[in-house]
Each structure stands twice: as C-alpha cells, then as structure tokens.
C-alpha cells in the first residue's frame, strides 16, 4: 500500500509518499520538506497569516515533487492522508483541502490524521516496535508524555503546565539577544560556558505528578541576566549552561516517574521503549541525559532520525497507513480543529504553551 501524506500544520510545508509492505514494514519512498523558518524569523517566532499563504504558493509544486521522487502517478497511490489538526488553522486548510480535492479527483479514500499522532507513530516506521510504548514529544508547541497502547489508543500521563520546553529554548536564547530559533542557538553558546557558576530552580523535580514546567526557569534567567547586564559572551555561555543542565535534570526527574509507572503497569514488556519526537530532541544534551536515564530503568531508548523528528509528511502518510489497515477512512467532510488533543479524554491544561496548537 502506497500512502500520499501532506502536512501544513505550522511552518513547514511537507509532503511524503510512504509504502507498508506487506509484513507491516514502512519504506519512505519520498520525503519534502520546505520550512518557512527565514519567513518568520525577523518577527521572532511563526506568523500565522504568512504561514498560511506560503502553504498555498508551495504545496501543489511539493505534492508534485513528492511523486516524481517516489517514481510514481498520481494512480499508482491508494490512499491520501493530511493533517487536519491540531495546529494553525489557515495552514490546516490549505493541507486538508488540497488532499481532499485530490481524493475526490483521483477517486482515492482519504485520512484525516491528528498531527501528533504522526509524531507518536513514527517509531513504528523507522523501528518497527510494537505497541505499547512511551512518547515524549518536547517540541515548540507541546511537551507532553504520552503512552502509546495501540493506534488511536493514546493516554496523556503528563504535560507541560506553562511554557513547552523548545518555548522555553526560544525564549531564553531571546532574554540573552540569541537568534531564532533558540534551541540551537543555546545549545552552542553552552558548549562553552560553566555550568556551575549559576544554579537554576528545578521545576517540579520531586513532585508525584507526571507533568513538566518551564516557566520559573525562563523567570529565573531573566533574573540571573538582569543582575549581570550588561552581559558579556561568556556570561551568556554560562547561563545557557546552566539552563541546560537545570533542564536536563529536571526532565530526567519527571521522565523517570513515567518509566517507573509504565513499569507497574507493563511488567511483562521486556525492555520497553521511549521514543523522543520533536525539535527539541535535537538536543544532545538532553538526548544522553534521557539515554541514561532509560539504561538504568532497563528502557530502550529510541530518537527517530533528525528529520522525521521534526514536522514533515512521511509521518503523516504512515499514520494514514496504518489507519488504512484496520480502520474506515475519513469523510470529505471533516474540518479542520486547530486544538485536538490526542488523549480526548485529559482535561486540557490552563496556559500550556503559547503556541499551544502547534507540535
Ligand atoms: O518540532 P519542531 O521543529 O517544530 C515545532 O515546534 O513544531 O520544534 C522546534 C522547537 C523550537 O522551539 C526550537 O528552539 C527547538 O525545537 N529546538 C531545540 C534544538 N533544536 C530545535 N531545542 C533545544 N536544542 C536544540 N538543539
Ligand atoms: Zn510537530
């Protein structure tokens, strides 16, 4: 089965055609990805209204391209898929109409696929593991940690309260007159700095609950850079340092309460996995502290490729894929939800995340 995956959820405009074998096995035969990144970096941060209309100048031409590098017509396809949400919503338009039409022309049956479920699927198409595994998606939008039982069969056990962590990334890099995005750019200036020399708060470390917090650490940088201003290059290292390391250990400290609960709740799953998606587990840094953390909790760790991390199609058409195997597909009539949260059952948080609708 040969599955045409689009997403334009927020500022990368992607499309992907995916094949599942007939042993269940995902090959990638085409992966586009154009990011709007320069677009929205002199303002900082993703402008909705531009976003949208670079969706709508690339897409078509990136469909196309999607098929000519997989080899194949439009008719050689089974199945289209898109992101209807959550997400920017003139950006959920534009991806979710244009496969809609092509659906409808072409006489394919169509997906409507949550974004993050994307995310939280993809290791079944780079690893091929079984259900049931965790997620930890630690993007711009959303920071969340999510149990994976079976496909559409999702529990949130935590998420962030404030800010999502790349948030908290992007705003730190900009207190400290960084570039956009922040990740990045914080991560390199702490590869130089002394990570001691400021102690950061650690969020909800030692607390039961399974959620995350950001907030007070951006607050306490913005301190920690207001009593030392002006702030010289090497200032700037140290803080991003500290903040770092005040991330990592935090993070490892509520990722452990999740291990040790999937443990309870799965003796019988033989070193289970936890799967990162998402920008922010670009993070070197992060990804030893969450590789040692699963070595001493008997976890496999698992951290897709870079670029299936982050926002792009392919995993958009596996998600289809796999819904194409069990599951009816969608109606042309499904709109577009700027917020769909993958467990419908959790209550949504107050405040979590500025750009709570994208991941
Ligand atoms: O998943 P992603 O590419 O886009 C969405 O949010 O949908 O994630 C982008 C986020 C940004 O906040 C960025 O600062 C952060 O991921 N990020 C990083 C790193 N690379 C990207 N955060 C920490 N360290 C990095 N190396
Ligand atoms: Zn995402």
């Avoid at 000519?68 to 338009?93: C, M, R, S, V």
């Avoid at 049956?109 to 198409?125: Q, V, W």
């Avoid at 059952?345 to 107050?350: D, E, F, G, N, T």
Wanted: negative net charge.
């Amino acid at each position: 089965m040969r599955i045409l995956g689009i997403e334009t959820s927020c500022d990368e405009t992607a499309a992907s055609v995916v094949e599942r074998d007939a042993q269940g096995k995902g090959h990638i035969l085409s992966d586009v990805v154009l990011s709007q990144i320069e677009d929205h970096a002199p303002y900082g941060g993703v402008v909705p209204e531009i976003a949208a209309r670079a969706h709508v100048e690339a897409l078509d031409s990136l469909v196309k391209q999607a098929l000519a590098q997989a080899n194949l017509e439009l008719d050689d396809i089974d199945a289209i898929a898109a992101t209807a949400g959550p997400g920017l919503i003139g950006g959920l338009i534009v991806g979710l109409m244009t496969a809609k039409a092509i659906a409808m022309a072409a006489d394919k049956p169509f997906y409507a696929i949550n974004h993050l479920e994307g995310h939280a699927l993809t290791a079944r198409l780079t690893d091929g593991i079984s259900f049931p595994y965790l997620l930890l998606l630690v993007s711009g939008g959303h920071t969340q940690m999510v149990l994976v039982r079976g496909l559409g069969d999702y529990e949130r056990l935590g998420t962030t309260i404030d800010d999502a962590l790349g948030e908290a990334f992007d705003k730190t890099a900009k207190l400290l007159g960084l570039p956009y995005p922040g990740g990045p750019a914080v991560e390199k200036a702490a590869l130089e700095g002394n990570a001691s020399r400021f102690i950061l708060p650690r969020p909800l470390k030692g607390e039961a609950r399974l959620d995350f917090s950001f907030s007070g650490l951006k607050t306490a940088v913005r301190q920690t850079a207001t009593e030392i201003a002006p702030l010289s290059e090497q200032d700037v290292a140290d803080i991003c340092a500290a903040f770092q390391e005040a991330v990592a250990d935090t993070l490892s400290d509520r990722v452990s309460r999740s291990l040790k609960r999937f443990k309870q709740d799965f003796p019988d799953k033989e070193m289970p996995e936890l799967v990162v998606a998402g920008g922010v587990a670009a993070n070197k840094r992060l990804r030893s502290a969450l590789e040692e953390l699963c070595d001493s909790h008997g976890f496999h760790f698992i951290a897709p490729p870079h670029a299936l991390c982050t926002d792009n199609a392919a995993m958009i058409a596996w998600a289809g894929a796999e819904r194409a195997m069990s599951m009816e597909a969608s109606s042309l009539d499904v709109a577009p939800r700027s917020r769909w949260p993958l467990d419908e059952k959790s209550a949504p948080l107050i405040g979590t995340g500025r750009r709570g609708a994208k991941a």
